[in-house]
């Protein structure tokens, strides 16, 4: 492909756009919530919902893109990401802001997936962190001006004008779509597997749906624990059924791969925590410390900020120390930088608590980018769209988890010490839980073999080492 260098930027436009959303909506929270007359935990459920959203979809973003070409997709899918974010701006209740956020993800399955696919099928493995870190470095920028911008239009505006952003963003998205992406296809496409979508689509949307709603807002306790159970059960039924099938619509077959499974389950559980900090932390800026959401805003930046630094130098750090230690190491220090905002007060100094997020911004960074490249480091191009869609479903529902977890964890202190709404006391414990369950993905990174993804890296491992390990690792355990 002639025009392939342009790639990077042209799907930048989608994940600078659906970053600099998520970043704006996050700081805005609080006011939204005031707005529309609900309890700003409450609003989780516009988080929840749109990430809900891409895991339902992103399953068959692969398929779709293989069946009627990247470029087609990729347009029509930021199509429905501006439908969306118009419906949002509308949006004058809960559920019809929960709707259009779930608009909104439908189109955000389709377009950054289909983005990252064109990329991963168009470079060589050798170079793969590179064009994934230059890739993510424009997206980058979405989330270190999201926060101040969306802090500037709430606080001196309307929450509304938020949402508008995106139209111009995406305007231009399919502008230079239509240009430069080439509409490849795959040849023989196997037929969709509809019974599958509609198992696993159902059970994901259940489940998460029913931990997000977790007895208050919306729905009562009992009705979100048998949306729970009703989740589990078709997720249940879609494992059977994925056996039987040729072409399913989640290919679990892949977590055979080594890399692949380390990637997709420690990956899972760092970005729990990961998940939470964007609901906990400006609404402990705003509710616990009294804070304006431009203040909240110019502080939450520092983490954006700090995880564009560390992209130009995950490569060399990569190639240095390769994907295992880097993943053991790095998983335990940038989960014990997610926990350590537990300990801000309204007393902390803001300098303070600018360090301690730009510093959590590069180890997440850092952790991510070696995460993402490993993913598909001994993956075929011909599995590379299975494999995307796995990595994104899982990756979106941790997301949904860490949300739901932080929130439910919150409300449970704050229940516990006798608050009828949590005061900044109640965010500590969910800080401290998120990141434990963050630093538990260190158990997986370990799994990992000395020379795992060396290919990707360029890492130089010792031939002599790694066959003595090997050797060492074929000998039985006494226990």
Request: glycine share 10%.
């Amino acid at each position: 492909m002639k025009r392939i260098p342009l790639v990077p930027l042209i799907v930048a436009c989608a994940l600078f756009m659906e970053n600099t959303d998520s970043t704006v909506i996050a700081t805005s929270l609080p006011a939204i919530a005031a707005d529309l007359g609900e309890d700003p935990i409450s609003l989780k459920l516009a988080l929840t919902s749109y990430l809900v959203s891409l895991a339902i979809f992103i399953p068959i973003s692969g398929w779709m893109a293989d069946r009627f070409g990247a470029r087609t997709v990729f347009r029509g899918a930021l199509g429905v990401f501006m439908l969306g974010s118009i419906l949002c701006a509308m949006s004058q209740s809960l559920p019809h802001f929960v709707a259009a956020r779930f608009v909104q993800g439908l189109g955000g399955a389709m377009m950054v997936p289909v983005g990252r696919l064109v990329l991963l099928r168009s470079v060589p493995k050798s170079e793969m962190v590179s064009a994934l870190a230059y890739l993510t470095v424009p997206a980058l920028v979405g989330p270190v001006v999201g926060p101040p911008l969306g802090g500037f239009i709430t606080t001196y505006f309307d929450w509304r004008w938020i949402f508008f952003i995106n139209i111009p963003i995406g305007i231009i998205g399919v502008a230079l779509a239509s240009i430069f992406i080439e509409n490849v296809r795959e040849e023989d496409v196997p037929p969709l597997d509809v019974r599958g979508f509609l198992l696993a689509g159902t059970g994901f949307a259940a489940l998460m749906l029913g931990l997000a709603t977790g007895g208050r807002h919306l729905i009562p306790g009992w009705a979100s624990a048998v949306m729970a159970l009703a989740g589990i059960a078709c997720l249940a039924l879609y494992l059977r059924h994925a056996r039987k099938v040729e072409a399913p619509v989640l290919n679990l077959g892949l977590l055979r791969i080594p890399t692949f499974r380390a990637s997709v389950i420690g990956g899972s559980l760092f970005r729990v925590g990961v998940g939470a900090v964007p609901f906990l932390l400006p609404l402990m800026l705003q509710l616990g410390f009294g804070m304006s959401p431009l203040q909240s805003g110019l502080l939450t930046f520092a983490a954006a900020a700090g995880a564009l630094f560390v992209k130009t130098l995950a490569t060399r750090i990569l190639r240095r120390f390769g994907f295992r230690r880097v993943l053991v190491v790095n998983s335990v220090i940038a989960a014990a930088f997610i926990g350590a905002s537990a300990f801000f007060t309204p007393q902390t100094p803001h300098l303070v608590i600018l360090a301690v997020l730009f510093l959590g911004g590069c180890l997440r960074s850092l952790q991510f980018t070696a995460v993402n490249a490993l993913g598909y480091a001994d993956v075929s191009n011909r599995e590379m769209s299975y494999a995307t869609s796995l990595a994104n479903v899982a990756q979106q529902l941790a997301l949904s988890m860490g949300v739901a977890f932080g929130a439910f964890v919150l409300e449970a202190s704050a229940a516990v010490k006798g608050h009828a709404t949590p005061d900044f006391t109640d965010f500590g414990p969910a800080f401290v839980a998120v990141s434990a369950v963050s630093m538990l993905s260190v158990f997986a990174m370990m799994t990992l073999r000395p020379d795992a993804g060396a290919e990707v890296s360029g890492h130089r491992f010792s031939a002599r080492r790694a066959t003595a390990e090997a050797v060492q690792d074929t000998k039985p355990h006494e226990h």
